[in-house]
């Protein structure tokens, strides 16, 4: 068992190291093909649609055909949809492969979680999670020092990517997997989590804005500034790291106190970087620990804002909850390549930082109010969780049953 999913691990983070890799480097290439604005908006965005598409879909696929089945067939959306992209240097097109690219990602990442959960003892879940996304930090960091290696005008690029999802292809279809059925849960109505957390639903979005319009955005602008791909690898790099260490600090402190005073705090603290990195120097030495500020507030907003929503709504809607606030997100990350691009080809790099800082200070001025308008939870019964700060963790409810239809392991 710990065989099979280490095997699985280890092919997701081929999966996240050619997913942060690729993210950053189509914004770099983007830069270069000079599509416009709006159009180089639409392209980065369109990623995200995707990636809300299939985290509402994706479940069905698996249940239907099973784990195996199922990764291999999102990893291969993943590669053909890579595959046409450097055939046809169109904005439309490009557009069109980012949406089955973030539909296959997310699908890969559904397909994962419900696996790893499957498999694990309810006594090894927490440890297996953390290696789980300890893999994925260290990949999305090495992803981006792949950026400074390889020629953004060439193919070459796209073709890592192929050859990494292919390679966690065969990874996971030549090992052995059971197929846990899908549990039934309690429905959410639409417009109950608005109205019992609406913290968490603002939280999620300003999340996906500022997070997607930092890391499709800010490469893009650093190298229309004649900045080096190293240093732009570097500087990614250390944001990726910077989310790593504020995870376990953040959520300690997020278990222990109101999570709205937390979850303020990150948003000030996140529009405090913004603000500093728009005034200091623009020397690599004097920006990178603003961007190690920035990374760890940015990632540890959405988590925050999970925890919160999950703390006011009943057990048996984990699921729905997750799945809603990943819509939400989703929205907030499509909306923000298309709007920071906006603002930053009529305002430049400062007006996109500017508008970052106060959609965050919007949230912090929120979570106050929210603080004056109610009282905390008696007791925090759902902890904080180490998120992918590109990926919003999905979770899938998803029971294993012996021969005799008892009960294995389930997930909450």
Not at 181 to 189: F, I, M, W
Not at 374 to 386: G, L, Q, S, T
Request: hydrophobic share 55%; proline share 5%; aromatic share 8%.
């Amino acid at each position: 068992m710990l065989l099979q999913i280490g095997t699985l691990i280890a092919a997701t983070s081929l999966v996240q190291l050619a997913n942060g890799f690729f993210n950053t480097f189509l914004s770099l290439r983007l830069t270069l093909e000079d599509f416009g604005p709006a159009a180089t908006g639409i392209v980065l965005s369109a990623y995200f649609v995707g990636f809300t598409i299939g985290a509402v879909s994706s479940g069905g696929v698996i249940q239907r055909v099973g784990h195996i089945r199922a990764y291999t067939a999102f990893a291969g959306l993943v590669v053909v949809a890579t595959a046409l992209m450097p055939l046809w240097t169109s904005a439309l097109i490009w557009a069109a492969c980012r949406v089955v690219i973030g539909i296959g990602c997310v699908g890969l990442f559904v397909t994962t979680e419900s696996w790893l959960n499957a498999k694990a003892m309810p006594d090894q879940r927490g440890r297996i999670f953390s290696t789980y996304m300890v893999g994925t930090f260290v990949a999305l960091a090495i992803g981006q020092l792949a950026v400074a290696g390889l020629t953004i005008q060439a193919a070459g690029a796209f073709q890592v990517v192929i050859a990494l999802f292919a390679l966690a292809l065969v990874m996971v279809s030549t090992t052995r997997a059971e197929a846990p059925g899908l549990k039934p849960e309690a429905k959410l109505r639409y417009g109950e989590l608005s109205r019992q957390a609406p913290l968490s639903v603002v939280g999620c979005v300003v999340s996906g804005i500022v997070t997607s319009a930092f890391y499709a955005l800010v490469p893009a602008w650093m190298l229309s500034n004649g900045a080096p791909q190293q240093t732009i690898a570097l500087f990614m790099l250390v944001a990726v790291l910077g989310g790593l260490a504020f995870q376990v600090p953040v959520g300690r402190l997020s278990d222990r106190y109101d999570r709205r005073l937390v979850l303020a705090g990150l948003a000030v603290g996140y529009a405090a970087a913004v603000i500093l990195l728009v005034a200091m120097p623009r020397s690599l030495l004097a920006v990178l620990p603003v961007a190690a500020l920035l990374g760890g507030f940015m990632s540890t907003l959405y988590p925050v804002c999970v925890a919160h929503a999950l703390d006011r709504m009943p057990a048996d809607r984990v699921v729905a909850v997750s799945g809603r606030l990943i819509l939400v997100s989703g929205f907030g990350s499509a909306l923000g390549p298309l709007v920071g691009a906006g603002i930053m080809a009529r305002f430049d790099i400062d007006g996109l930082l500017y508008f970052m800082a106060a959609i965050a200070l919007v949230l912090a001025g929120f979570a106050g109010l929210r603080m004056w308008m109610r009282e905390a939870p008696d007791k925090v019964e759902r902890p904080f969780e180490v998120i992918d700060p590109l990926n919003p963790a999905i979770t899938q409810t998803l029971e294993a049953t012996e021969s005799d239809g008892t009960p294995r392991s389930a997930m909450a």
